[in-house]
């Protein structure tokens, strides 16, 4: 490849992206493409042949245009949303640079990058010298690292013999899915998990959790692990993380806090209370890609005492750490080889913008969420069913059934957002995680709904029969 491919490669990326942009402003909800029609509708064959300049080219615009446009002020499907131009730009000098991240001798100051966002963010956390972290490949991964880690602090010998021990999990009924499956992958079995019970505004009531330790010690099995939640998926909730770690600490069970969603509240100085206790836990992760709005993916988990991750990832490999020491090959405490710089992006971001930045960024979503709830709370055509202090807004609207509600306006493309339930009832939630949105940008969402509701009549209401097609 010369020179001069990738550069005429990089001025078509521009004109592609000029031409995203352009058309996120036209057109802020996709048109959808029936999945069943996908392949009929566009040309996505691999051929033979080559395809070369125009033909290529439109058929990458046909394929941006169509593509859902996850940064418009129409997007709240899920928990990520909006860009931040100064991570964009780390991750594509990331994927110029094409670095992998195990050894100093690969990655370089990369390694400085990475290890000083770690540092910065223990810090935050109130971790000691002692702790350290790594770059995961996801909020679900940082899960699984955790739960290794505390396997192992358990019963080290698993990690030769395999298991051999009933070793018991806790989390509560509204955590992340990713607890379950992760028990398999680690051995645990998902049968040995207990779901603790939440209160009345889904937080982990921590009198269950220790009534269920007892009982498993009772009955000989061993409490290994309790994962809380910062930011649950659905309501936004956070477990009580020093009444739990008064718990943890006295059974002597790892504590892993898991923050994908809204750990990044340790930037803030107004929301920071909400993971009060975090510096007593064992390991805390958050996604720099959830809240903080880095491209996907950028997942960190911090390591209150460092010998935990080599002691369950690090591997000798004489073929691959030649220089430099294992404080700099970060190879030694990652789960994979080969790893993708999500570092510089996160680092970029927060070198352009300073710490207040992050911390703006986040109090602005706390923000647009009291909007969200004030204009909720002030319309008699609404029901609130979430709490203060969290992004997540939880609603129904004069009781129309949410996912009919939710797929109807997907399917007219008028705004993309989900539904989830809690205690039985199923409502629309809403999150205000895009720190790109304004106030108004949130009432124009409402306004958005409301006008839908009103030219569509025959949107059914929770109860009523349903009819497919709507
Ligand atoms: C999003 C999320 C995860 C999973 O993170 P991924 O990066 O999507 O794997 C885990 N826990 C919580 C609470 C989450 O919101």
Redesign the pocket.
């Known amino acids: 490849m010369s020179m001069s491919d990738i550069q005429s490669d990089l001025s078509l990326f521009n004109e592609l992206v000029e031409v995203l942009l352009n058309e996120e402003q036209k057109h802020p909800v996709a048109e959808r493409i029936e999945a069943k029609k996908l392949y009929d509708v566009m040309d996505l064959s691999l051929n033979n042949e080559p395809m070369v300049d125009d033909a290529f080219k439109n058929t990458l615009k046909d394929v941006l245009v169509a593509t859902p446009k996850t940064a418009t002020n129409l997007f709240f499907n899920q ?1 990520f949303g909006g860009r931040q131009g100064k991570a964009i730009l780390g991750d594509l000098l990331a994927v110029m640079l094409n670095n992998s991240m195990y050894t100093y001798k690969v990655a370089g100051p990369q390694v400085g990058i990475e290890q000083e966002i770690i540092r910065k963010s223990c810090d935050l956390v109130g971790y000691g010298p002692q702790s350290n972290g790594t770059f995961p490949t ?4 940082s ?1 699984y690292m955790a739960l290794v880690m505390a396997r192992d602090a358990k019963d080290p010998n698993c990690r030769l013999d395999g298991m051999t021990k009933p070793l018991i999990v806790y989390t509560s009924k509204l ?2 899915y ?1 607890n379950s499956k992760n028990t398999s992958f680690a051995g645990i079995g998902r049968n040995n998990i207990r779901y603790i019970e939440a209160d009345s505004k889904g937080r982990m009531n921590p009198e269950k959790l220790e009534e269920q330790i007892k009982e498993d010690l009772h009955d000989g099995f061993i409490p290994t692990y309790v994962n809380a ?1 910062a ?3 659905v309501l936004g909730a956070f477990d009580p993380i020093d009444k739990i770690a008064d718990i943890t600490e006295k059974y002597n069970i790892w504590l892993h806090v ?1 923050g ?2 809204s750990g990044s509240v340790i930037f803030s100085k107004k929301y920071k209370h909400l993971v009060n206790g975090i510096e007593r836990s064992n390991s805390f992760s958050y ?1 720099a ?2 809240m903080l709005g880095t491209p996907l ?1 950028c ?1 960190v988990i911090l390591v209150n005492n460092k010998r935990h991750l080599h002691e369950s990832f690090s591997n000798k490999a004489d073929y691959l750490y030649q220089t430099d020491g294992d404080d700099f090959n970060l190879g030694k405490t990652s789960f994979q080889c080969g790893r993708r710089n999500d570092a510089l992006k996160f680092w970029t971001l927060w070198k352009s913008v300073g710490t207040i930045g992050l911390e703006s960024i986040v109090d602005h979503q706390f923000d647009l969420a009291d909007v969200a709830r004030e204009y909720i709370k002030s319309n008699d055509d609404y029901t609130l069913y979430s709490f203060d202090e969290s992004i997540s807004v939880c609603f129904n609207y004069k009781n129309i059934d949410p996912k009919k509600l939710c797929t109807a306006l997907y399917k007219a493309q008028e705004t993309v957002v989900g539904f989830g339930s809690f205690n039985g009832t199923t409502f629309i939630r809403f999150v205000t995680i895009n720190a790109n949105n304004s106030p108004e940008d949130i009432i124009n969402f409402f306004d958005v709904l409301e006008k839908f509701v009103a030219e569509n009549p025959s949107l059914k209401k929770i109860g009523e029969e349903v009819e497919e097609g709507v």
Not at 138 to 141: E, L, N, T, V, Y
């Open positions: 928990l996801g909020g679900s991964m899960n955590s992340h990713s939640t930011g649950t998926t898991d994908a969603y996604n890609h959830k993916t997942s």
